[in-house]
């Protein structure tokens, strides 16, 4: 079965050593939210930027990233522990936490709910400025060699 841009091939999920019910589970995710991805970006370019979160490098998820974004850039080109590099950390998640901190939860289902309703309030301009200020920050980042940069921005 060959692999297409929307399904990961059983081949490639076989070859990273995954069981029939994680592949399962993987092609659901991955093309589910390929299929998200896809469509916020209108086929224009993007970058999934990966962290050193331990999911990051499981088998499943390289067989996904390698099924659907070949060529991806993986976890060992990005720094550990870098958090200012990233928007979500250094900009949208704060924002979210905002928009919901101070109220009470009764259950996860209303605190994912809430969460949802958080993320669809973000302005898309605020995000497009979020992810436009990281090439600023990857420049102080080299220019102090890795070390703290937030006082050159």
């Known amino acids: 079965m060959k692999s297409s841009p929307h399904r990961p091939s059983i081949e490639l999920l076989f070859k990273r050593g995954l069981g029939s019910a994680e592949i399962a589970r993987r092609l659901q995710i991955s093309s589910s939210t390929v299929r998200i991805l896809r469509r916020h970006f209108a086929g ?3 970058i999934l930027q990966q962290d050193w979160a331990p999911s990051h490098g499981s088998r499943s998820t390289l067989a996904v990233l390698e099924a659907h974004f070949p060529g ?3 976890k060992n080109l990005w720094p550990a522990s870098s958090p200012d590099l ?3 950390d250094f900009s949208v ?8 901190a101070g109220k009470v939860f009764a259950t ?3 605190l994912k709910a809430a969460l949802e309703v958080a993320w669809a309030s973000i302005d898309d301009g605020y995000l497009r400025r979020t992810v436009n200020s990281v090439k600023k920050r990857l420049r102080a980042c080299v220019k102090a060699r890795g070390s703290n940069f937030e006082i050159l921005l």
Do not use: H
């Not at 998640?93 to 919901?100: A, L, T």
């Open 108 to 110: 996860v289902d209303d």
């Open 93 to 100: 998640w704060g924002m979210v936490e905002g928009k919901i």
């Open 86 to 88: 990233n928007p979500m």
């Open 72 to 74: 991806f850039l993986d």
């Open 44 to 46: 224009g370019p993007f």
